[in-house]
């Protein structure tokens, strides 16, 4: 089916291609959820201008600002994720990328600590070269993120630092490096479900594993600080047409899920997601792992082992 249907299905049955969604996700993952969880590992100063983003050194915000964590505060932080239930587990770093072997080769290190640990490590660092995301995969790194964030056509608007192509290069480069990858973006910047549509076309053209789904969360001091919230409706439509567009890729509800979806937060398996972001989120809190792991009881699913 040709993503116009799928827009136009949407806007005219939005409940009955949601619960369509849902039956797909149930038919290519079952009852089973996927989590993951993540470490800002080094925060803020980031020359990038992505206007809503708290770390860029263009705006104002409060983020923290540190340089990269040593292995005795990721891998702890690392194995309570895991004694929850966690097996995917993701160094994040702010800035354009690794400027430093130095800095790359301690990444390393912790991946290969976290394979030691059972994990699946995941890492997103910026825009890395095939020689240093080979570099990782050797260490057991298993997954590269890098999100496109948007659509092509609405990337000029939130960021001028460094072009969508820039984006696509990287993943490309994870490929070629024979990582998994994991890419997707930020709804409720302002763009609209057809954005929305183009970017999950691009994700499946890329072949992308995994689909970080993000809802904005407005920051003092950033650009989008005054965006409004996206509605629970149209998060869970949102949802529901990623699923329809990769209907065998993961798609996980990532940052900004409570406040988005209010009391409709338990739906998202049935708009099709199959699985979710777990603790706290870059500089933000997010819900504790007891919360998330009774709600997925409670729904008669269970945690990927």
Request: glycine share 10%; aromatic share 6%.
């Amino acid at each position: 089916m040709q993503i116009s249907n799928f827009l136009k299905e949407l806007e005219e049955k939005p409940w009955e291609f949601i619960v369509a969604a849902g039956r797909a996700r149930e038919a290519n993952f079952g009852p089973g959820v996927d989590a993951c969880s993540i470490i800002n590992a080094r925060s803020g100063n980031c020359p990038e201008d992505c206007s809503f983003c708290a770390q860029s050194a263009h705006h104002t915000a409060q983020a923290r600002a540190y340089p990269l964590l040593p292995e005795g505060e990721v891998i702890p932080a690392a194995k309570r994720a895991f004694d929850k239930g966690v097996r995917r587990f993701c160094i994040v770093t702010s800035g354009r990328g690794i400027g430093s072997e130095k800095e790359l080769s301690a990444i390393a290190r912790m991946v290969e600590k976290m394979r030691e640990i059972g994990f699946m490590p995941c890492a997103t660092l910026g825009s890395l070269s095939l020689s240093q995301l080979k570099t990782l995969k050797e260490s057991g790194l298993y997954r590269y993120h890098h999100n496109l964030e948007t659509s092509r056509s609405f990337f000029p608007r939130i960021c001028s630092t460094h072009s969508y192509d820039e984006r696509i290069e990287t993943l490309s480069a994870a490929k070629d490096a024979g990582l998994s990858t994991c890419s997707g973006g930020i709804f409720g910047m302002g763009e609209g479900m057809p954005d929305r549509a183009d970017m999950a076309a691009e994700l499946a053209r890329l072949g992308v594993d995994s689909v970080p789904v993000n809802f904005l969360m407005p920051i003092p001091g950033t650009p989008l600080e005054s965006a409004d919230f996206i509605t629970p409706l149209e998060a869970l439509k949102s949802i529901s047409l990623l699923r329809h567009i990769l209907p065998d890729k993961e798609i996980r509800v990532c940052g900004g899920r409570l406040t988005a979806l209010r009391d409709l937060h338990p739906m998202v398996f049935m708009a099709g997601a199959n699985g979710i972001l777990m603790g706290d989120y870059l500089t933000k809190s997010g819900r504790n792992f007891e919360d998330d792991l009774r709600m997925i009881t409670d729904l008669g699913m269970r945690l990927n082992g």
